[in-house]
């Protein structure tokens, strides 16, 4: 049986003895409740179809820009949580929060890419890759190519 997203709320509110009420555990508690799979999995599907269905308003570089900086406005927003910044702080956990970004960033690229290439289809403009060079690699190009890019890095080190 699922329990009621009132009694998840409640459930979240072990706080450890001598802890003083904030103004955040509010917050703290309702995102704790999104994050129970049976509700976190079917609310990432639905903003996923969203994102799916209006990625041509959601990639546009003004939408985009208010995306990233409400983003990092609530991950700085979270440091302030002791816990969190705890973790976020270790030089192991330093990677992933440039990953997230770029995870972010990268999704956002080819999302616009994709638009830019359904308007120009819709206008009957060439696509953006069309001007690219369409010399398949094969496996003795890519052997060499690698082996030119392992002698560079080597130097580099």
């Given at each position: 049986?699922?329990?009621?997203?009132?009694?998840?709320?409640?459930?979240?509110?072990?706080?450890?003895?001598?802890h003083?009420?904030?103004?955040?555990?509010?917050?703290?508690?309702?995102?704790?409740?999104?994050?129970?799979?049976?509700?976190?999995?079917?609310?990432?599907?639905?903003?996923?179809?969203?994102?799916?269905?209006?990625?041509?308003?959601?990639?546009?570089?003004?939408?985009?820009?208010?995306?990233?900086?409400?983003?990092t406005?609530?991950?700085?927003?979270?440091?302030?949580d002791?816990?969190?910044?705890?973790?976020?702080?270790?030089?192991?956990?330093?990677?992933?929060?440039?990953m997230?970004?770029?995870?972010?960033?990268?999704?956002?690229?080819?999302?616009?890419?994709?638009?830019?290439?359904?308007?120009?289809?819709?206008?009957?403009?060439?696509l953006?890759?069309?001007?690219?060079?369409?010399k398949?690699?094969?496996?003795?190009?890519?052997?060499?190519?690698?082996?030119?890019?392992?002698?560079?890095?080597?130097v580099?080190?």
């Amino acid at each position: 049986m699922v329990p009621a997203f009132g009694e998840i709320l409640a459930s979240a509110n072990n706080r450890p003895a001598g802890h003083q009420p904030g103004v955040a555990d509010g917050l703290k508690d309702f995102i704790n409740g999104l994050c129970e799979p049976y509700i976190f999995v079917p609310l990432t599907v639905v903003l996923l179809m969203v994102v799916l269905v209006g990625y041509r308003r959601l990639t546009k570089p003004a939408a985009a820009w208010m995306i990233g900086i409400g983003f990092t406005l609530f991950y700085i927003l979270s440091a302030f949580d002791p816990d969190f910044l705890k973790i976020i702080a270790k030089p192991d956990n330093v990677p992933i929060t440039m990953m997230i970004y770029l995870t972010g960033f990268c999704l956002w690229l080819g999302l616009r890419q994709a638009a830019i290439n359904d308007e120009n289809s819709e206008k009957g403009r060439p696509l953006i890759e069309s001007g690219a060079d369409d010399k398949v690699l094969v496996w003795p190009d890519l052997v060499y190519t690698e082996m030119i890019c392992l002698v560079l890095c080597t130097v580099v080190l």
